[in-house]
């Protein structure tokens, strides 16, 4: 079972899970499920010590309101590890999770053994413009991320008639909202800077992805240098989830190496 750890990053509070032996590996979720420690992370686990922080204002961790920018949330991160006293990570990130990760390697791919995005989002990809999730009743939202509608329930929130539940909907969405409205999950910077990441990265993709589709991967791959993109037929936005020995499997196949070679 993974340890609860509390800190206080630069004087924001930060509440995350860890587990496993072997490399650091730093594992930044999405939107939705933070704090919950899945198949995926303990597969990982079995070769890798796991760090899985929730984000500021979601899953129940404490909002700061500092955090204006995805580039806020990018050195919220770096900060954190040097907090940990992380010199350098394989760092791995999920849709709104991948894009962080993204602009942190933007900033100090020298932090980085390597890098593996899975869907992220946060580039304008010409013919192709995200759906507006925030809109969305549950029904819709699950049809649209999942290819495999059973595997939202790995996600799913508490009890919808909580009180203490819909306020923690509405400030998760909040906190998500500040970072990504406008422009709508992306940065108008970030694409003609993916060119500055030297780390060796991975990009996991699932072929049935209706929020960021494999038109968006081949973008990824375009921008990254050397950037391999693996992808996973039975998937949609939530590879990980979906497939997670198989997306497990490829990301440590891929790290592994990168640890051996320093």
């Not at 930044?28 to 010590?49: C, Q, V």
């Not at 939202?152 to 009890?159: T, V």
């Not at 375009?222 to 993109?229: D, H, M, R, T």
């Amino acid at each position: 079972m993974p340890s609860q750890h509390r800190l206080i990053v630069r004087e924001t509070p930060v509440e995350l899970l860890s587990d496993g032996t072997g490399p650091a590996l730093l594992f930044l979720h999405g939107a939705g499920g933070a704090g919950r420690w899945l198949p995926f992370h303990a597969e990982l686990a079995r070769r890798f010590t796991v760090y899985l922080p929730k984000h500021p204002g979601h899953g129940g961790a404490p909002a700061a309101e500092w955090i204006e920018h995805i580039s806020d949330l990018a050195f919220h991160y770096l900060d954190l590890l040097d907090e940990l006293k992380l010199d350098r990570v394989h760092l791995v990130g999920s849709s709104l999770g991948g894009w962080i990760a993204a602009e942190m390697a933007t900033m100090a791919s020298h932090r980085l053994k390597s890098l593996a995005l899975i869907a992220p989002v946060g580039i304008k990809v010409d013919g192709w413009i995200y759906p507006f999730l925030f809109a969305m009743e549950l029904p819709q939202l699950v049809a649209t991320v999942f290819h495999d509608q059973a595997k939202a329930l790995a996600l799913a929130p508490g009890d919808l008639t909580n009180i203490d539940t819909l306020a923690e909907l509405y400030r998760e969405r909040a906190a998500l909202a500040r970072v990504s409205w406008n422009p709508y999950l992306y940065n108008p910077l970030l694409r003609r800077r993916l060119g500055r990441i030297t780390a060796p990265t991975l990009l996991c993709w699932g072929e049935r992805d209706r929020v960021a589709p494999l038109l968006c991967a081949e973008a990824w791959a375009k921008e990254i240098p050397g950037a391999q993109l693996r992808t996973f037929a039975a998937s949609g936005h939530l590879p990980h989830l979906e497939e997670p020995e198989a997306v497990a499997a490829a990301v440590a196949d891929f790290c592994g190496p990168r640890e051996v070679a320093r």
